[in-house]
């Protein structure tokens, strides 16, 4: 499978979930969101640019998602009765709206495209309450093997009485997932977003308004060179896993993005490929001005 053909073969991985997502999705307890931005070479995954290539890259961040959105469905087809769940893509820039309704239709949109990190993550939790969920999570797109398990054990944390918030940190101080019961716009507040300090920022914020916050297992984003390799050492080595009280959560399969590995970069050897490239339709590998950064 080729980086274009990539998107097309995980299609019909969430297609086939789309009737069990469309059952629950609408009376769903908890909604999911995933902070997602459109495929374009260019404004995908840049951080990743060098090793990868501005093509090489979009065609990751298009994998990442169908595994991240797979993840989603796989845990709302799991989830409790009184812990369901529904997928949102929060996405951007604006206009890309054919992107994600193209790719992922088991999944419902919300545009979240604002200057500040902050804005977009409390407007798609916003917009999850609005839509009816009793519990609202925002999910990064960058933890493609992220435990199913723990989406789950998110949304039964949020069904549990009493206001309550959920985080998820990751390894670089920030946080992979943030669950809430309640739209504290204080939680995203006066945050050194895209740093080492927001995990911490965000566990000040909410014992400063006296709010429970349960912590999750950390886990980790790609997000450069050595994350990716760590990645490419998890899926095809086992490498990577991360321990909690003495047992080791089982990575998401991660089946896209393990398929877009293994043809472009079988040994881990990023920037260097292992066949010559075949062009991806309406590729421009040129840099282009980003917008928030989702």
């Known amino acids: 499978m080729n980086a274009s053909e990539a998107g097309g073969e995980a299609h019909s991985g969430v297609a086939a979930s789309d009737h069990a997502?469309?059952?629950?999705?609408?009376?769903?307890?908890?909604?999911?969101?995933v902070m997602a931005k459109a495929s374009a070479p260019g404004r995908a995954k840049t951080r990743l640019v060098p090793p990868l290539d501005y093509d090489d890259a979009a065609a990751l961040n298009t994998a990442f998602l169908h595994d991240v959105f797979d993840n989603i469905l796989l845990a709302a087809s799991r989830a409790a009765p009184?812990?369901?769940?529904?997928?949102?893509?929060?996405?951007?820039?604006?206009g890309s709206d054919d992107f994600f309704r193209s790719r992922f239709p088991g999944v419902d949109l919300i545009e979240a495209w604002f200057s500040d990190f902050g804005a977009c993550l409390l407007h798609a939790i916003e917009a999850m309450f609005a839509r009816g969920h009793k519990a609202a999570v925002v999910l990064n797109a960058d933890s493609p093997t992220l435990p199913t398990a723990l989406l789950n054990e998110t949304a039964a944390a949020l069904a549990r009485p009493g206001d309550r918030a959920v985080l998820g940190p990751s390894s670089d101080g920030g946080y992979y997932l943030l669950g809430l019961k309640t739209a504290h716009r204080r939680l995203f507040e006066d945050i050194a977003?895209?740093?080492?300090?927001?995990?911490?920022q965000t566990r000040e914020r909410a014992r400063e308004i006296g709010l429970d916050l349960d912590i999750l297992p950390g886990w980790y984003d790609v997000d450069d060179a050595a994350s990716l390799r760590r990645l490419h050492a998890e899926i095809f080595d086992g490498g990577a896993a991360i321990a909690r009280d003495g047992a080791v959560p089982t990575p998401?399969?991660?089946?896209?993005?393990?398929?877009?590995?293994?043809?472009?970069?079988?040994?881990?050897?990023?920037?260097?490929?292992?066949?010559?490239?075949?062009?991806?339709?309406?590729?421009?590998?040129?840099p282009a001005p980003s917008g928030a950064t989702i």
């Not at 997502?21 to 969101?33: E, F, P, S, T």
């Not at 977003?193 to 911490?200: N, P």
């Not at 050897?269 to 421009?284: K, L, T």
């Open 21 to 33: 997502h469309r059952k629950v999705g609408a009376a769903a307890r908890c909604g999911i969101a």
């Open 82 to 94: 009184d812990a369901t769940i529904a997928a949102y893509a929060a996405y951007g820039p604006p």
């Open 193 to 200: 977003w895209s740093t080492e300090r927001v995990a911490e």
């Open 252 to 286: 998401q399969r991660a089946r896209h993005t393990a398929a877009l590995l293994s043809e472009l970069w079988p040994d881990g050897v990023f920037g260097r490929r292992a066949e010559p490239r075949r062009p991806i339709a309406g590729a421009h590998a040129r």
